[in-house]
């Protein structure tokens, strides 16, 4: 088979399963409103969930940041990009959570990537979720590790795998709020089967963190869990984008002799780790609490109101709400007719999530009003008839 024969069969596989992947241009995606080609769409599929993508202290601090700093840092940090607007975050990350150390890498997709790599051997087991995020599993599947995984949230199936001989180490991987379906891991039991086995945890909380419990502090803190290593990112709840893993002190020294995504890759600008503070800033802040409250009563009311519809919602309490359709047309079907009333919502097909699970994956934010919660529930009623 030609190069040429190979990439059309995967292309035809893709649009005859009407899963084939196009992208949008916007000219603004995130916060209340998407503008694309003149019109202007409610948006409902930013993970922007605290508004924070536009806010004005935060932008400021970039630019700030940019005169400062310039606009690149020059080097990965063990050359010459360790800048002391990286350090400085880096101490406040972990002050905040409570670890004693915070690692800067340019996204989360990296982060974790060089964590599973960095620490897994060809002795070792990686035991995951089934629904954990692709950068997860796609680093566990890279990895000379094995590689087992669990039903979602299946505690006893959690045990029972960790209980199967292995000569090496063991980790646990899992996420603290979902990211298709927006419900919740039960760190605090997980932790406990692992804690038990000599077993490590890593949790990507991705989406709860800035957005779930107190002062923003994510899903394990609100759970009351300290995981031996928390994954967490910036371009979800704090509104620009990066990561950072939070460790011990040994963990972090071994990172940065062994983690290739941060000796062989030029570290995020400075300017970005600037407005990153001022992202933390807010999110500890009255204002920050109020945008978690702001976003709760939304999640509240849409929940609410999606009980009256007949779609399947699922037990998500967090910002993302999917609506499962089931079949890949019908979802397509359903977020083109919101899309015509002026809301602009994702349908996520496999193999994203599991099999006849289509869905409209909505995401509510603090930068929405009230009219908008209930504009997208007629919405809803409407294409439901
Ligand atoms: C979005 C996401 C990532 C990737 O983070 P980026 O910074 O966008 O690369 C990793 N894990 C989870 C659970 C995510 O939802």
């Not at 897994?120 to 680093?139: F, Q, T």
Request: glycine residues 8%.
């Amino acid at each position: 088979m030609t190069w040429h024969e190979r990439i059309n069969i995967a292309l035809e596989g893709r649009r005859a399963a009407e899963a084939f992947r196009v992208r949008k241009v916007v000219e603004n995606g995130a916060g209340r409103f998407l503008s694309r080609e003149g019109l202007r769409f409610c948006n409902f599929s930013s993970n922007d969930y605290l508004g924070l993508s536009q806010h004005p202290q935060i932008v400021r601090a970039w630019q700030d940041g940019a005169a400062r700093y310039g606009v690149g840092s020059g080097g990965s940090g063990h050359v010459s990009g360790y800048t002391t607007a990286h350090q400085a975050l880096e101490e406040q990350l972990a002050d905040w959570l409570g670890y004693p150390r915070a690692l800067l890498f340019i996204s989360g997709f990296a982060a974790n990537q060089a964590v599973i790599t960095a620490l897994m051997g060809k002795d070792d087991r990686i035991v995951a979720d089934r629904l954990s995020h692709a950068s997860l599993l796609e680093a566990a599947n890279l990895s000379p590790a094995q590689l087992r995984r669990f039903a979602h949230n299946d505690a006893p199936q959690l045990s029972a795998l960790l209980d199967k001989p292995c000569t090496g180490q063991q980790l646990m991987v899992t996420e603290g709020v979902f990211s298709m379906d927006g419900d919740s891991a039960p760190l605090g039991e997980l932790h406990a089967i692992a804690q038990k086995k000599n077993c490590w945890m890593l949790v990507d909380d991705a989406h709860g963190i800035g957005v779930m419990g107190d002062e923003g502090r994510g899903s394990a803190h609100h759970q009351g869990v300290k995981p031996e290593l928390l994954v967490v990112t910036f371009g979800k709840g704090f509104g620009i984008s990066g990561a950072a893993v939070l460790c011990s002190e040994a963990v972090a020294d071994y990172q940065l002799q062994f983690a290739r995504h941060l000796i062989y890759s030029t570290s995020m600008p400075p300017a970005q780790a600037v407005a990153l503070s001022a992202s933390l800033k807010v999110i500890r802040s009255e204002e920050g609490t109020a945008r978690r409250e702001k976003l709760t009563s939304y999640i509240q009311r849409f929940r609410q109101g999606l009980t009256t519809l007949p779609f399947q919602r699922t037990d998500s309490l967090s910002a993302i709400q999917p609506v499962i359709v089931g079949d890949n047309r019908r979802a397509l079907r359903l977020a083109q007719s919101l899309r015509e009333k002026g809301m602009w919502v994702t349908a996520i097909r496999p193999p994203t999530v599991p099999e006849g699970t289509a869905r409209l994956r909505l995401t509510l934010t603090a930068s929405h009003e009230p009219e908008d919660i209930d504009a997208l529930l007629e919405a809803l009623h409407v294409a439901s008839q």
